[in-house]
Protein backbone atom coordinates (compact mmCIF):
# COMPACT_ATOMS: atom_id res chain seq x y z
CA UNK A 1 0.00 0.00 0.00
CA UNK A 2 1.50 3.55 -0.48
CA UNK A 3 2.92 5.65 1.91
CA UNK A 4 0.17 8.53 3.42
CA UNK A 5 0.46 11.36 1.08
CA UNK A 6 -1.25 15.03 1.44
CA UNK A 7 -4.21 15.56 -0.59
CA UNK A 8 -7.24 17.71 -0.58
CA UNK A 9 -9.64 17.61 1.58
CA UNK A 10 -12.94 17.33 -1.27
CA UNK A 11 -10.53 14.26 -2.45
CA UNK A 12 -11.34 12.08 0.38
CA UNK A 13 -15.23 13.55 -0.19
CA UNK A 14 -14.51 12.24 -3.82
CA UNK A 15 -13.46 8.53 -2.41
CA UNK A 16 -16.41 8.90 -0.38
CA UNK A 17 -18.97 9.67 -3.03
CA UNK A 18 -17.54 7.08 -5.65
CA UNK A 19 -17.80 4.45 -2.94
CA UNK A 20 -21.64 5.54 -1.88
CA UNK A 21 -22.63 5.18 -5.93
CA UNK A 22 -21.29 1.95 -5.96
CA UNK A 23 -22.73 0.76 -2.78
CA UNK A 24 -19.21 0.18 -1.47
CA UNK A 25 -19.00 2.47 1.31
CA UNK A 26 -19.22 -0.41 4.70
CA UNK A 27 -18.45 2.26 6.99
CA UNK A 28 -17.15 5.82 8.41
CA UNK A 29 -16.07 6.88 11.70
CA UNK A 30 -15.39 10.72 12.26
CA UNK A 31 -13.52 11.15 15.33
CA UNK A 32 -11.24 13.43 16.92
CA UNK A 33 -13.65 16.60 17.71
CA UNK A 34 -11.96 19.71 16.61
CA UNK A 35 -12.09 21.42 20.13
CA UNK A 36 -11.63 24.99 18.89
CA UNK A 37 -13.94 24.76 16.28
CA UNK A 38 -16.29 23.69 19.62
CA UNK A 39 -15.40 26.83 21.66
CA UNK A 40 -15.71 29.25 18.70
CA UNK A 41 -19.39 28.28 17.27
CA UNK A 42 -20.98 25.85 19.82
CA UNK A 43 -19.85 27.37 23.17
CA UNK A 44 -19.53 31.45 23.02
CA UNK A 45 -20.39 31.91 26.72
CA UNK A 46 -17.01 29.55 27.41
CA UNK A 47 -14.92 32.28 24.86
CA UNK A 48 -16.85 35.16 24.35
CA UNK A 49 -16.35 37.52 20.78
CA UNK A 50 -13.14 39.41 21.46
CA UNK A 51 -11.62 36.51 23.52
CA UNK A 52 -7.23 36.56 22.68
CA UNK A 53 -7.54 32.60 22.40
CA UNK A 54 -10.45 32.60 19.89
CA UNK A 55 -8.50 32.49 16.36
CA UNK A 56 -5.40 31.72 17.65
CA UNK A 57 -2.89 29.86 15.36
CA UNK A 58 -1.00 27.96 17.47
CA UNK A 59 -2.01 24.05 17.89
CA UNK A 60 -2.30 24.17 21.81
CA UNK A 61 -5.43 22.52 24.23
CA UNK A 62 -7.66 25.75 24.19
CA UNK A 63 -10.09 24.17 26.78
CA UNK A 64 -10.36 27.08 29.75
CA UNK A 65 -9.50 25.60 33.01
CA UNK A 66 -13.07 24.04 33.64
CA UNK A 67 -13.94 21.70 37.06
CA UNK A 68 -16.39 19.04 36.29
CA UNK A 69 -19.14 18.47 34.78
CA UNK A 70 -17.51 18.89 31.75
CA UNK A 71 -18.81 21.24 29.38
CA UNK A 72 -18.07 18.78 26.30
CA UNK A 73 -19.30 15.83 27.65
CA UNK A 74 -22.57 16.38 25.31
CA UNK A 75 -20.97 17.40 22.61
CA UNK A 76 -20.39 14.96 19.81
CA UNK A 77 -17.39 13.00 20.10
CA UNK A 78 -17.85 10.53 17.41
CA UNK A 79 -20.06 9.58 14.33
CA UNK A 80 -19.81 6.48 12.95
CA UNK A 81 -22.18 5.08 9.85
CA UNK A 82 -22.98 1.79 8.81
CA UNK A 83 -25.32 1.13 5.33
CA UNK A 84 -28.48 -0.83 6.48
CA UNK A 85 -31.14 -2.16 4.23
CA UNK A 86 -34.79 -0.06 4.68
CA UNK A 87 -37.22 -1.72 3.08
CA UNK A 88 -35.18 -3.18 0.40
CA UNK A 89 -33.19 -0.13 -0.31
CA UNK A 90 -30.07 0.95 0.51
CA UNK A 91 -29.29 3.50 3.55
CA UNK A 92 -26.90 4.72 5.80
CA UNK A 93 -27.20 4.43 9.86
CA UNK A 94 -25.69 7.22 11.54
CA UNK A 95 -24.69 7.02 15.19
CA UNK A 96 -23.89 10.11 17.13
CA UNK A 97 -22.17 9.75 20.20
CA UNK A 98 -22.44 12.75 22.49
CA UNK A 99 -21.60 11.92 26.09
CA UNK A 100 -22.80 8.51 27.52
CA UNK A 101 -25.69 8.56 24.88
CA UNK A 102 -26.02 7.71 21.60
CA UNK A 103 -28.62 9.06 19.02
CA UNK A 104 -29.24 7.42 15.51
CA UNK A 105 -30.71 8.61 12.23
CA UNK A 106 -31.07 6.96 8.83
CA UNK A 107 -29.56 8.78 5.73
CA UNK A 108 -29.64 8.46 2.38
CA UNK A 109 -26.78 8.46 0.42
CA UNK A 110 -27.30 11.92 -0.73
CA UNK A 111 -27.58 13.10 2.55
CA UNK A 112 -24.95 11.37 4.11
CA UNK A 113 -22.29 13.12 1.85
CA UNK A 114 -23.66 16.32 2.33
CA UNK A 115 -23.25 15.58 6.52
CA UNK A 116 -19.95 14.30 6.26
CA UNK A 117 -19.14 17.24 4.10
CA UNK A 118 -20.28 19.59 6.54
CA UNK A 119 -19.09 18.15 9.52
CA UNK A 120 -15.33 16.64 8.04
CA UNK A 121 -12.87 19.69 8.55
CA UNK A 122 -15.51 21.65 10.47
CA UNK A 123 -16.13 19.78 13.63
CA UNK A 124 -14.26 16.44 12.98
CA UNK A 125 -10.72 16.71 12.72
CA UNK A 126 -10.77 12.36 11.17
CA UNK A 127 -12.20 10.49 8.82
CA UNK A 128 -12.16 6.77 8.17
CA UNK A 129 -13.67 5.42 5.71
CA UNK A 130 -13.98 1.51 4.71
CA UNK A 131 -14.46 0.16 1.20
CA UNK A 132 -14.26 -3.47 0.09
CA UNK A 133 -10.85 -2.51 -1.76
CA UNK A 134 -9.13 -0.41 0.74
CA UNK A 135 -9.09 1.40 4.22
CA UNK A 136 -8.70 5.17 3.77
CA UNK A 137 -8.14 7.10 6.82
CA UNK A 138 -7.76 11.00 6.45
CA UNK A 139 -6.69 13.54 9.03
CA UNK A 140 -6.96 17.06 8.86
CA UNK A 141 -3.67 19.00 8.64
CA UNK A 142 -4.29 22.19 7.39
CA UNK A 143 -7.68 23.85 6.08
CA UNK A 144 -8.60 21.93 3.46
CA UNK A 145 -6.05 19.45 3.33
CA UNK A 146 -5.63 16.03 4.51
CA UNK A 147 -3.13 13.69 5.27
CA UNK A 148 -4.67 10.18 3.08
CA UNK A 149 -3.58 6.83 4.17
CA UNK A 150 -4.52 3.75 2.22
CA UNK A 151 -4.62 0.15 3.95
CA UNK A 152 -5.69 -3.26 2.92
CA UNK A 153 -9.39 -3.48 3.56
CA UNK A 154 -10.18 -4.36 7.06
CA UNK A 155 -13.91 -4.86 7.09
CA UNK A 156 -15.97 -7.99 5.59
CA UNK A 157 -19.35 -6.92 4.05
CA UNK A 158 -21.78 -5.50 6.37
CA UNK A 159 -24.54 -7.40 7.40
CA UNK A 160 -27.60 -5.45 5.61
CA UNK A 161 -30.19 -7.93 6.79
CA UNK A 162 -29.38 -7.79 10.41
CA UNK A 163 -30.70 -4.50 11.11
CA UNK A 164 -33.60 -5.50 13.13
CA UNK A 165 -34.58 -1.43 14.06
CA UNK A 166 -36.68 -1.83 10.72
CA UNK A 167 -38.83 -4.42 12.55
CA UNK A 168 -39.37 -2.71 15.65
CA UNK A 169 -42.77 -1.85 16.82
CA UNK A 170 -41.58 0.96 18.32
CA UNK A 171 -39.19 2.36 15.54
CA UNK A 172 -36.50 4.75 17.18
CA UNK A 173 -36.84 7.58 16.25
CA UNK A 174 -41.03 7.81 16.70
CA UNK A 175 -41.91 9.66 20.43
CA UNK A 176 -43.49 7.21 22.10
CA UNK A 177 -44.79 9.12 25.29
CA UNK A 178 -44.82 6.07 27.69
CA UNK A 179 -41.39 5.27 26.52
CA UNK A 180 -40.05 9.14 27.58
CA UNK A 181 -42.28 8.65 31.09
CA UNK A 182 -40.33 5.92 32.10
CA UNK A 183 -36.86 7.12 30.58
CA UNK A 184 -36.25 5.10 27.99
CA UNK A 185 -36.49 7.77 25.03
CA UNK A 186 -36.21 11.36 24.87
CA UNK A 187 -39.06 13.34 24.22
CA UNK A 188 -37.58 13.74 20.26
CA UNK A 189 -37.85 9.70 20.10
CA UNK A 190 -34.22 9.22 20.70
CA UNK A 191 -33.40 5.86 22.92
CA UNK A 192 -30.58 7.10 25.38
CA UNK A 193 -27.65 4.89 25.09
CA UNK A 194 -27.51 3.22 28.70
CA UNK A 195 -31.57 2.13 27.59
CA UNK A 196 -31.07 0.19 24.51
CA UNK A 197 -31.47 -3.16 25.89
CA UNK A 198 -34.73 -2.11 27.99
CA UNK A 199 -35.59 -0.59 24.06
CA UNK A 200 -35.01 -3.95 22.59
CA UNK A 201 -36.64 -6.17 25.18
CA UNK A 202 -39.93 -4.00 24.80
CA UNK A 203 -39.98 -4.61 21.34
CA UNK A 204 -38.96 -8.06 21.64
CA UNK A 205 -42.20 -8.34 24.31
CA UNK A 206 -44.19 -6.72 21.60
CA UNK A 207 -43.08 -9.11 18.95
CA UNK A 208 -44.48 -11.70 20.93
CA UNK A 209 -47.77 -10.21 21.55
CA UNK A 210 -48.39 -9.09 18.46
CA UNK A 211 -47.61 -12.70 16.96
CA UNK A 212 -50.60 -14.35 18.82
CA UNK A 213 -52.56 -11.28 17.88
CA UNK A 214 -54.71 -13.18 15.23
CA UNK A 215 -55.33 -16.04 18.04
CA UNK A 216 -57.59 -13.39 20.16
CA UNK A 217 -61.23 -12.52 19.25
CA UNK A 218 -61.00 -9.89 16.34
CA UNK A 219 -63.50 -7.63 17.77
CA UNK A 220 -64.77 -6.58 20.71
CA UNK A 221 -62.82 -4.61 23.72
CA UNK A 222 -60.01 -6.87 24.21
CA UNK A 223 -59.00 -8.07 28.16
CA UNK A 224 -55.87 -8.72 28.90
CA UNK A 225 -54.57 -9.05 32.11
CA UNK A 226 -50.77 -8.61 33.58
CA UNK A 227 -50.22 -10.41 36.60
CA UNK A 228 -47.57 -8.95 39.02
CA UNK A 229 -46.81 -6.06 36.98
CA UNK A 230 -43.98 -4.49 39.39
CA UNK A 231 -43.02 -1.49 37.49
CA UNK A 232 -45.14 -2.02 34.56
CA UNK A 233 -42.93 -1.01 31.47
CA UNK A 234 -43.98 -4.08 29.49
CA UNK A 235 -47.85 -3.49 30.71
CA UNK A 236 -47.61 0.38 29.16
CA UNK A 237 -45.96 -1.72 25.76
CA UNK A 238 -48.81 -3.49 25.36
CA UNK A 239 -51.58 -1.19 25.82
CA UNK A 240 -49.81 0.99 23.39
CA UNK A 241 -49.43 -2.05 20.98
CA UNK A 242 -53.05 -2.74 21.60
CA UNK A 243 -54.40 0.72 21.64
CA UNK A 244 -52.07 2.88 19.27
CA UNK A 245 -50.51 0.51 16.90
CA UNK A 246 -53.52 -1.92 16.46
CA UNK A 247 -56.39 0.11 16.75
CA UNK A 248 -58.16 -2.58 19.26
CA UNK A 249 -60.45 -0.97 22.38
CA UNK A 250 -59.00 -2.82 25.52
CA UNK A 251 -59.19 -3.43 29.51
CA UNK A 252 -55.90 -4.08 30.46
CA UNK A 253 -55.11 -4.73 34.06
CA UNK A 254 -52.08 -4.96 36.06
CA UNK A 255 -52.27 -6.53 39.35
CA UNK A 256 -49.24 -6.36 41.77
CA UNK A 257 -48.99 -6.72 45.79
CA UNK A 258 -47.07 -4.07 46.02
CA UNK A 259 -49.20 -0.97 46.51
CA UNK A 260 -46.92 2.16 45.91
CA UNK A 261 -46.02 0.44 43.12
CA UNK A 262 -49.50 0.43 41.77
CA UNK A 263 -50.03 3.69 43.01
CA UNK A 264 -47.19 5.21 40.90
CA UNK A 265 -48.26 3.12 37.30
CA UNK A 266 -51.67 4.13 37.99
CA UNK A 267 -50.62 7.75 38.31
CA UNK A 268 -48.27 7.42 34.63
CA UNK A 269 -51.61 5.88 33.31
CA UNK A 270 -53.32 8.44 34.08
CA UNK A 271 -50.87 11.08 32.97
CA UNK A 272 -51.04 9.32 29.74
CA UNK A 273 -54.12 9.03 29.76
CA UNK A 274 -54.08 5.26 28.53
CA UNK A 275 -57.73 4.82 27.95
CA UNK A 276 -58.81 1.49 29.29
CA UNK A 277 -55.41 0.39 31.60
CA UNK A 278 -55.82 0.02 35.18
CA UNK A 279 -53.69 -1.05 38.15
CA UNK A 280 -54.90 -2.85 41.27
CA UNK A 281 -53.14 -3.88 44.30
CA UNK A 282 -53.95 -7.97 44.87
CA UNK A 283 -52.45 -11.41 45.28
CA UNK A 284 -52.61 -13.59 41.99
CA UNK A 285 -53.96 -16.36 43.61
CA UNK A 286 -57.26 -15.09 45.40
CA UNK A 287 -57.60 -12.34 42.03
CA UNK A 288 -61.17 -12.24 40.76
CA UNK A 289 -61.72 -11.48 37.31
CA UNK A 290 -65.06 -9.62 36.79
CA UNK A 291 -65.61 -10.79 33.43
CA UNK A 292 -63.75 -12.99 30.63
CA UNK A 293 -60.03 -12.73 30.25
CA UNK A 294 -58.69 -12.74 26.75
CA UNK A 295 -55.22 -13.03 27.32
CA UNK A 296 -52.67 -13.48 30.47
CA UNK A 297 -49.12 -12.42 30.76
CA UNK A 298 -47.15 -12.48 33.53
CA UNK A 299 -43.65 -11.67 33.17
CA UNK A 300 -41.23 -12.62 35.85
CA UNK A 301 -43.72 -13.43 38.38
CA UNK A 302 -41.79 -14.72 41.31
CA UNK A 303 -41.45 -18.46 42.00
CA UNK A 304 -44.57 -20.27 42.10
CA UNK A 305 -46.66 -16.78 41.72
CA UNK A 306 -46.08 -17.52 37.46
CA UNK A 307 -47.71 -20.96 38.38
CA UNK A 308 -50.36 -19.10 40.09
CA UNK A 309 -51.00 -16.82 37.46
CA UNK A 310 -51.28 -19.49 34.64
CA UNK A 311 -53.75 -21.43 36.57
CA UNK A 312 -56.21 -18.47 36.89
CA UNK A 313 -56.06 -18.16 33.25
CA UNK A 314 -56.76 -21.69 32.50
CA UNK A 315 -59.55 -21.17 35.08
CA UNK A 316 -60.65 -18.63 32.87
CA UNK A 317 -60.54 -20.11 29.51
CA UNK A 318 -58.01 -17.45 28.57
CA UNK A 319 -57.05 -17.57 24.63
CA UNK A 320 -53.19 -17.02 25.02
CA UNK A 321 -51.31 -16.90 27.99
CA UNK A 322 -47.82 -15.72 28.17
CA UNK A 323 -45.54 -16.55 30.88
CA UNK A 324 -42.35 -15.78 31.04
CA UNK A 325 -41.30 -17.39 34.53
CA UNK A 326 -38.66 -16.44 37.19
CA UNK A 327 -36.68 -17.58 40.55
CA UNK A 328 -37.75 -21.32 40.61
CA UNK A 329 -37.29 -22.83 44.10
CA UNK A 330 -39.85 -25.31 43.93
CA UNK A 331 -38.03 -28.41 42.66
CA UNK A 332 -34.54 -27.25 43.60
CA UNK A 333 -35.73 -28.61 47.42
CA UNK A 334 -36.96 -31.19 46.01
CA UNK A 335 -34.72 -33.16 43.42
CA UNK A 336 -31.55 -34.95 44.35
CA UNK A 337 -28.33 -36.05 43.35
CA UNK A 338 -30.46 -39.53 43.28
CA UNK A 339 -32.32 -38.82 40.95
CA UNK A 340 -29.86 -37.98 37.95
CA UNK A 341 -26.81 -38.73 39.78
CA UNK A 342 -23.57 -36.54 38.78
CA UNK A 343 -25.76 -34.41 36.79
CA UNK A 344 -27.44 -32.54 40.24
CA UNK A 345 -24.17 -32.59 42.25
CA UNK A 346 -23.17 -29.02 41.56
CA UNK A 347 -25.25 -26.10 42.97
CA UNK A 348 -25.33 -23.92 39.61
CA UNK A 349 -26.28 -26.93 37.56
CA UNK A 350 -29.10 -27.77 39.71
CA UNK A 351 -30.29 -24.38 40.03
CA UNK A 352 -30.46 -24.69 36.05
CA UNK A 353 -31.85 -28.13 35.59
CA UNK A 354 -34.30 -27.41 38.14
CA UNK A 355 -35.81 -24.43 36.52
CA UNK A 356 -35.68 -26.16 33.36
CA UNK A 357 -37.46 -29.02 34.42
CA UNK A 358 -39.81 -27.11 35.98
CA UNK A 359 -40.69 -25.13 32.79
CA UNK A 360 -41.16 -28.51 31.32
CA UNK A 361 -43.19 -29.96 33.09
CA UNK A 362 -45.37 -26.71 33.30
CA UNK A 363 -45.29 -26.85 29.37
CA UNK A 364 -46.74 -30.80 29.60
CA UNK A 365 -49.08 -29.31 32.08
CA UNK A 366 -50.70 -26.82 29.72
CA UNK A 367 -50.68 -29.02 26.76
CA UNK A 368 -52.30 -31.68 29.03
CA UNK A 369 -55.13 -29.62 29.97
CA UNK A 370 -55.62 -28.34 26.20
CA UNK A 371 -52.89 -24.97 25.36
CA UNK A 372 -51.31 -25.55 22.29
CA UNK A 373 -47.56 -24.59 24.36
CA UNK A 374 -44.13 -23.42 23.15
CA UNK A 375 -41.29 -22.70 24.81
CA UNK A 376 -39.63 -19.95 23.27
CA UNK A 377 -36.09 -17.66 23.76
CA UNK A 378 -37.78 -14.33 25.00
CA UNK A 379 -34.74 -12.10 25.11
CA UNK A 380 -31.28 -12.67 24.70
CA UNK A 381 -29.56 -14.57 26.93
CA UNK A 382 -27.37 -11.66 28.04
CA UNK A 383 -29.91 -9.63 29.50
CA UNK A 384 -31.41 -12.48 32.10
CA UNK A 385 -31.03 -16.09 32.05
CA UNK A 386 -34.47 -15.78 33.38
CA UNK A 387 -35.29 -15.42 29.14
CA UNK A 388 -37.71 -18.08 28.54
CA UNK A 389 -41.26 -17.73 27.65
CA UNK A 390 -43.93 -19.85 27.51
CA UNK A 391 -46.92 -18.99 24.66
CA UNK A 392 -49.17 -21.03 25.02
CA UNK A 393 -52.63 -20.85 23.03
CA UNK A 394 -56.08 -22.31 23.89
CA UNK A 395 -56.85 -25.06 21.51
CA UNK A 396 -59.77 -27.04 23.41
CA UNK A 397 -58.14 -30.41 22.64
CA UNK A 398 -56.88 -31.72 26.15
CA UNK A 399 -53.48 -33.81 25.10
CA UNK A 400 -53.08 -37.18 27.04
CA UNK A 401 -50.17 -37.52 25.21
CA UNK A 402 -48.60 -34.31 27.13
CA UNK A 403 -50.39 -35.41 30.38
CA UNK A 404 -48.28 -39.05 30.10
CA UNK A 405 -44.92 -37.10 29.64
CA UNK A 406 -45.32 -35.23 32.84
CA UNK A 407 -46.11 -38.06 34.50
CA UNK A 408 -43.23 -39.97 32.88
CA UNK A 409 -40.90 -36.39 34.16
CA UNK A 410 -42.14 -36.63 37.32
CA UNK A 411 -41.46 -39.61 37.76
CA UNK A 412 -38.18 -39.29 36.47
CA UNK A 413 -37.11 -36.69 38.69
CA UNK A 414 -38.32 -38.37 42.25
CA UNK A 415 -41.34 -35.96 42.32
CA UNK A 416 -44.74 -36.40 44.37
CA UNK A 417 -46.20 -33.25 44.31
CA UNK A 418 -46.09 -30.04 41.73
CA UNK A 419 -47.72 -26.87 42.69
CA UNK A 420 -49.25 -26.47 39.01
CA UNK A 421 -50.37 -29.46 39.22
CA UNK A 422 -52.82 -29.47 42.35
CA UNK A 423 -53.58 -25.88 41.06
CA UNK A 424 -55.00 -27.50 37.98
CA UNK A 425 -56.69 -30.44 39.82
CA UNK A 426 -59.90 -29.42 38.29
CA UNK A 427 -58.88 -29.06 34.99
CA UNK A 428 -56.91 -32.13 34.26
C1 LIG B 1 -39.56 -9.30 39.14
S1 LIG B 1 -40.97 -8.32 39.18
C2 LIG B 1 -41.45 -8.31 37.52
C3 LIG B 1 -42.19 -7.08 37.12
C4 LIG B 1 -42.64 -7.02 35.67
N1 LIG B 1 -43.59 -8.02 35.34
C5 LIG B 1 -41.47 -7.09 34.72
O1 LIG B 1 -41.26 -8.13 34.11
O2 LIG B 1 -40.75 -6.09 34.61
C6 LIG B 1 -42.13 -9.41 39.94
C7 LIG B 1 -43.38 -8.70 40.44
O3 LIG B 1 -44.33 -9.67 40.77
C8 LIG B 1 -45.02 -9.25 41.92
N2 LIG B 1 -45.59 -10.42 42.58
C9 LIG B 1 -44.94 -11.50 43.07
N3 LIG B 1 -45.81 -12.38 43.59
C10 LIG B 1 -47.03 -11.86 43.39
C11 LIG B 1 -48.35 -12.30 43.72
N4 LIG B 1 -48.54 -13.44 44.32
N5 LIG B 1 -49.38 -11.50 43.39
C12 LIG B 1 -49.19 -10.31 42.76
N6 LIG B 1 -47.97 -9.85 42.43
C13 LIG B 1 -46.90 -10.61 42.75
C14 LIG B 1 -43.94 -8.56 42.73
O4 LIG B 1 -44.48 -7.66 43.66
C15 LIG B 1 -43.13 -7.87 41.67
O5 LIG B 1 -43.55 -6.57 41.45
Known amino acids: MPAPRECSLTEFLDLLRESLSRDACWG ?33 DRRPEIKTPDPFAEWPSKLTVRPIELSGARQYQLAERR ?27 QADLFTPDADYSARVIRKDVVRLTKRKPSKSAPPLTHDRRKQYLI ?10 EIGVMTPAGQVKAAKQAKFRQVNRFLEFVDDVLPELPPQGVLRVIDFGCGKSYLTFALHYLLTELRGREVEVIGLDL ?53 AQAVRWHAKVILAV ?22 GILKERFAALATDA ?55 RDFTLEQLLQTEL
Open 99 to 125: GKQEFHLNLTADELLTRITAEFGERFE
Open 28 to 60: VVLSQPCRVDAHSRGRESLFPIGDARVGATEPV
Open 361 to 415: LRAALLEAVGYRTQVVEFIDLEHTPKNLLLRSVRTDRPSSESRERYEQLKAQLGL
Open 325 to 346: PCCQHEIFGLISDDSLPGLLRH
Open 171 to 180: PEGRPCPFLT
Open 258 to 310: KSEVVRDCQRIAEKLGCRGLRFEVGDIAGYAATGPVDMSVSLHACDTATDAAI
